[in-house]
């Protein structure tokens, strides 16, 4: 007998954690994650901790939040309850979830560490710190054009 393979979607979901939310919270709301979308029939592909960092607009008055990524794969109702969970959570600031693929294999995912990004010091360093253009000084030399004839 040919051998059934049980096929679901593959998911991402980006949240948004406030900028002081310590570690143990994050990793509390990181196991609570995980254990809706196992109840859920489905599986963590892995978690991705991307740092502190600044958002393109402030949001609830913050200039910076948390940045936090989970792939997943599992059945369409997964995603609801997933953001049903995001939406109880009071740190939790914005969140977006993007189907990424159809079909595939569940057994054959595997499972992938969690990872942790540095976060960015350098981004909200002014222009003259990261060596640009210093305001006063012309930011190149200028040759005057050359005459045709």
Known sequence: MAETRKLVREYETIYLLKAETPDDQVEEIKERLRGVVTRESGKVI??????????AFPVGKNPKALY???LYVG???????????????????KFQSVKVADGVDFDARQVEADVKIQAVEDEAKPREERGEFVPGEEPFEAEAPEAEE
């Open 46 to 55: 892995r978690f991705t901790n991307q740092g502190k960092r600044k958002t």
């Open 68 to 70: 936090m990524h989970v």
């Open 75 to 93: 059945q369409p109702g997964l995603v609801q309850e997933l953001e049903r969970n995001l939406k109880m959570i009071d740190v939790v600031q």
